[in-house]
């Protein structure tokens, strides 16, 4: 399975939204985040604020409310759903950040991470809120608490004392996860303890779109791993690990989380 072949159909949402750059502000220490939930998080080159947590449903909501965004998902009419009972990815009508398993499933809950939104929703919404995505380097920056845990945000032990600090999946991929770390799927954000320099879930919980692209296939670099990453399949919640996307595709384990200068 590779997230990175699934052929998501051309054509962009045709959405008008309200832009809000990041204009003259110079991010400091001292500063003022755009938002509350921002951690600073320092950089060889003067630094900048992060979520603190992947942008959540409730979040992206009140973007949808406010500009009148369509998804690409929902102008597709159908986004990508891994099926545990078919072992593959499979395109699922009317599935989008709403309802990230589909319309006959639960919808996500408020404070879950936001998914199904491709590389130009994820940017739409940065836009929106006064931020942008991090680029891979940055991204890496903040999760290896400044390259001091190269590996995982908390050291190099996978299971510091035989503790989990992450969700991800326990088990051979795709047929058994035995949900060792007490989440059989996505997770509401803040169930694990934050890293050091305050970011929750930078491992594990969903992959993370980042403003790096591969040049040869123009997709995007995607990093921290998700709910369905395990040591048997791809361990991307290991840092050093990452995957290339598609910036159409919508995923039920693919969200984002922003930074602003
Ligand atoms: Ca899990």
């Known amino acids: ?64 409310a406010a500009t009148g965004y369509r998804t690409e998902a929902d102008s597709f009419g159908w986004s990508g759903v891994f099926s545990k009972e078919e072992q593959a990815w499979l395109p699922v009508d009317s599935a989008n950040w709403k309802y990230p ?16 939104v491709s590389y130009r929703d994820a940017t739409a919404y940065a836009r929106w809120a006064g931020k942008q995505l991090p680029t891979e380097e940055e991204w890496m920056q903040a999760a290896t608490q400044g390259g001091k845990h190269t590996a995982f945000p908390w ?36 169930q694990f303890p934050p890293a050091e320099n305050g970011l929750y879930d930078i491992s594990g919980n969903v992959w993370e779109w980042t403003a790096t692209e591969r040049t040869a296939t123009k997709e995007s670099v995607i990093k921290g791993g998700s709910f369905l990453c395990s040591t048997s ?29």
């Open 101 to 116: 398993l589909g319309p006959d499933a639960a919808p996500a809950l408020p404070a879950q991470p936001v998914t199904q």
């Open 1 to 64: 399975m590779s997230i990175a072949k699934l052929i998501f159909l051309g054509g962009l949402a045709g959405a008008v939204f309200c832009c809000e750059s990041p204009a003259d502000r110079v991010a400091t220490p001292e500063s003022e985040p755009p938002t509350a939930g921002m951690v600073w998080i320092e950089s060889p080159d003067g630094g900048f604020w992060m979520d603190e947590t992947e942008v959540t449903t409730a979040q992206f909501a009140e973007f949808i």
């Open 233 to 261: 399949y791809c361990t991307g919640f290991d840092l050093q690990q990452k995957q290339f996307t598609a910036k159409d595709s919508g995923l039920n384990h693919l969200g984002f989380r922003c930074i602003a200068k």
């Open 155 to 190: 050291g190099s032990e996978m299971l510091p004392d035989g503790e989990y600090l992450g969700n991800w999946w326990q088990g051979p991929f795709p047929y058994a996860d035995e949900v060792s770390d007490g989440f059989p799927g996505i997770a509401e954000v803040r």
